[in-house]
């Protein structure tokens, strides 16, 4: 599968932007909040890389024990599909979980996404894009 883009949890969403436009990369759109997975989110380009930057918007979220515990850090790869459905259907057989059914995403245009976890690999996104 094609890598559409690599998830990075930092503390800050605006020191995050900074950090990464110091490595080259450039904003894509505007900063958005998902109240339900309570993070901030910005899409930053650097040629072909995607890089979802993802900060807590509080104590209260799932992110921000993963923070705590490992710093600012890659968080998941997200991969392509043609068909989301199928491709979980396959993943579960390898021994992937479903963690957060097929929703669609704001950030993507509203393609639809989905997160499974592999206790080998970790946690991983897939986006259909058609
Ligand atoms: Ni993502």
Known sequence: MKI??????????QKGIGLFEVLGFEKSGDTLKDLNRKVSLQLMK???LIVELVAPTGKESPLYSFI?????APYHFCFE???IEKEIVRLRKQK???IESIKPAKLFGLSKVAFLFNPHIGLIEIIEIR
């Not at 705590?68 to 600012?72: L, W």
């Open 96 to 98: 992937y979980t479903l």
């Open 4 to 13: 559409h883009h690599i998830g990075y949890a930092v503390r800050d969403i």
């Open 68 to 72: 705590e515990r490992g710093g600012s």
């Open 46 to 48: 650097n040629n072909n």
């Open 81 to 83: 599909t043609d068909d």
